[in-house]
């Protein structure tokens, strides 16, 4: 089939383009590393995926080429994985990827009414970039924070809490060159560098790693209940799950009866 029949069905023209000498010698040092890493080459499929979107920004034709190229692989086989897992995007991202959680708590606390709202703000739909190149949208699923519910997240940063006012000066002081902070989690940095750092390389941002913080007090409360203690707000000696120890050793106790 020729490349004019190939356009003429909307078929990608195959093969895909390979990287310029210049950024494939960059990239065979940073994919020699990642692959490195691993007893078998082809586990390391992810992290080069994360490596090829740190580059452009999304995973191409030719980033998907360039992947299976370095471990063996089908181009089939990469594009596979490449289109299970969300976090890859097959669009370029903007400089700040912002993703609005729709999933069902974040949803019925207001995650649906943030999303179009951005919509109409940003002018954009889902998986779109504002035409400066500052701003993609994507509605996304449950981000594990459901105790922060609504959630947004800017290049994979936690924004918890969130409401369509908060969510509009958010965007808008990004795209403004504003200084934002996550709420919880490390300072900002470009989709690009993020996805630098999701394929391993580590965080050069000095205070960076320590800023990731650990479990904030909404997603520890389950814990401590679980442990028996009392959280502030729920009436002093209020005990909504039995602890653990008390637990096993009220079983003990109905073991002993029964014997
Ligand atoms: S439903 Fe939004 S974080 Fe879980």
Same mark, same amino acid.
């Given at each position: 089939m020729s490349a004019t029949e190939h356009v003429q069905l909307g078929l990608p023209?195959?093969?895909?383009? &390979?990287? &310029?000498?210049? %950024?494939?010698?960059?990239?065979?040092?940073? *994919?020699?590393? %990642?692959?490195?890493?691993?007893?078998?080459?082809r586990s390391a499929l992810l992290p080069l995926l994360h490596l090829v979107q740190a580059e452009e920004g999304f995973v191409s034709r030719?980033?998907?080429?360039?992947? *299976?190229?370095?471990?063996?692989? !089908? !181009?089939?086989?990469?594009t596979a994985v490449a289109t299970f897992y969300t976090m890859y995007r097959r669009r370029p991202a903007g400089a700040y990827h912002v993703g609005v959680c729709t999933n069902t708590l974040c949803a019925v606390l207001g995650g649906d009414q943030i999303f179009a709202e951005l919509q109409q703000h940003l002018g954009i739909g889902n998986n779109e970039t504002t035409a400066d190149g500052?701003?993609?949208?994507?509605?996304?699923?449950?981000?594990?924070?459901?105790?922060?519910?609504? /959630? /947004?997240? %800017?290049?994979?940063?936690?924004?918890?809490? +969130?409401? &369509?006012?908060?969510?509009? +000066?958010?965007?808008d002081d990004l795209r403004a060159g504003a200084e934002v902070r996550p709420t919880r989690g490390a300072r900002l940095c470009s989709?690009?560098?993020?996805?630098?750092?999701?394929?391993?390389?580590?965080?050069?941002?000095?205070?960076? %790693?320590?800023?990731?913080g650990a479990g904030g007090a909404p997603s520890l409360a389950g814990l401590r209940l679980a442990r028996g203690e009392t959280l502030p707000g729920?009436?002093?000696?209020?005990?909504v799950v039995a602890p653990r120890q008390q637990e096993s050793t009220d079983e003990g106790d109905a073991e002993g009866e029964q014997a």
């Open positions: 023209e195959l093969p895909a383009e &390979p990287y &310029p000498a210049e %950024v494939r010698e960059r990239l065979d040092a940073d *994919a020699a590393a %990642v692959v490195a890493r691993y007893p078998q080459s030719t980033g998907i080429r360039y992947c *299976a190229e370095q471990l063996g692989l !089908t !181009t089939a086989e990469v500052s701003i993609s949208l994507e509605h996304i699923e449950c981000n594990a924070a459901c105790d922060y519910a609504p /959630v /947004v997240m %800017v290049n994979w940063e936690f924004f918890d809490n +969130q409401d &369509p006012e908060s969510a509009r +000066q958010l965007v989709f690009k560098e993020t996805a630098r750092i999701l394929a391993g390389f580590p965080d050069e941002r000095p205070g960076a %790693v320590d800023e990731s729920t009436g002093g000696g209020t005990k």
